[in-house]
């Protein structure tokens, strides 16, 4: 199974300041299509997960352009330009190119 | 309104059997694959199993190969999830999830339910 590593663990921003999250992963996720199988949810406290970013970097309906992915083969970022209340919450990184799917363990995220 | 609703969760003893259900709305669920991913309590995600949009294609992580089954009915817009020989790390939050492309399998998921519970304790 491809094995998918989150840092950090937890994160405590002050809004309007900027969050990096890092995924690895254990093998390269780029398929031979061309598209690279990682994906970005947020759970937010007592809710089911949202999609916010697919392939890479493309954002979900309905996601602010403050959140951005990047990345390629097996190193990965999730970005929240300003931080809002409203972005707290556990994200996972998820990897698709071969199944089992897999999950990062998640990155809490706080409001100082 | 588009929605994914899981039924079904509850407390059964170790080695006994649970079906859960995944009632859909709001969109042609015969197009979509749906996925099962679960939830331990306060733990991350695990992927549980998916089904094509027909049901032709079924695929299973392995810990639950051979005890768990998962099937949908078209024309009750329903999926269910049939859980054989239950162990107690088993226990989680359900979530059924629809898969992004119509008539395809993505294998990621745009849309969750709220999850149903299942505990497996004596």
């Known amino acids: 199974d491809i094995v998918m590593t989150q840092t950090p663990l937890s994160l405590s921003v002050t809004p309007g300041q900027p969050a990096s999250i890092s995924c690895k992963s254990s093998?390269?996720?780029?398929?031979?299509?061309?598209?690279?199988?990682l994906y970005w949810y947020l759970q937010k406290p007592g809710q089911p997960p949202q999609l916010l970013i697919y392939?890479?970097?493309n954002r979900f309906f309905g996601v602010p352009d403050r959140f951005s992915g990047s990345g390629s083969g097996t190193d990965f970022t999730l970005k929240i330009s300003r931080v809002e209340a409203e972005d707290v919450g556990v994200y996972y990184c998820m990897q698709s190119i071969q199944p089992p799917l897999t999950f990062g363990g998640g990155t809490k995220v706080e409001i100082k | 309104q588009v929605q994914l609703v899981e039924s079904g969760g509850g407390v059964v003893q170790p080695g006994r059997s649970l079906r859960l259900s995944c009632a859909a709305s709001g969109f042609t669920f015969s197009s979509y694959a749906i996925h099962w991913v679960r939830q331990a309590p306060g733990k991350g995600l695990e992927w549980v199993a998916v089904i094509s949009y027909d049901g032709s294609n079924k695929y299973y992580t392995d810990s639950v190969k051979g005890r768990f089954s998962i099937s949908r009915d078209n024309s009750k817009n329903t999926l269910y999830l049939e859980m054989n020989s239950l162990r107690p790390d088993d226990t989680a939050v359900y979530y059924c999830a629809k898969d992004r492309i119509h008539l395809w399998l993505a294998w990621y998921f745009d849309l969750w339910g709220r999850g149903t519970l299942v505990t497996v304790s004596s």
């Open positions: 392939e890479v970097s």
């Open positions: 093998q390269s996720l780029l398929h031979s299509s061309g598209r690279t199988h």
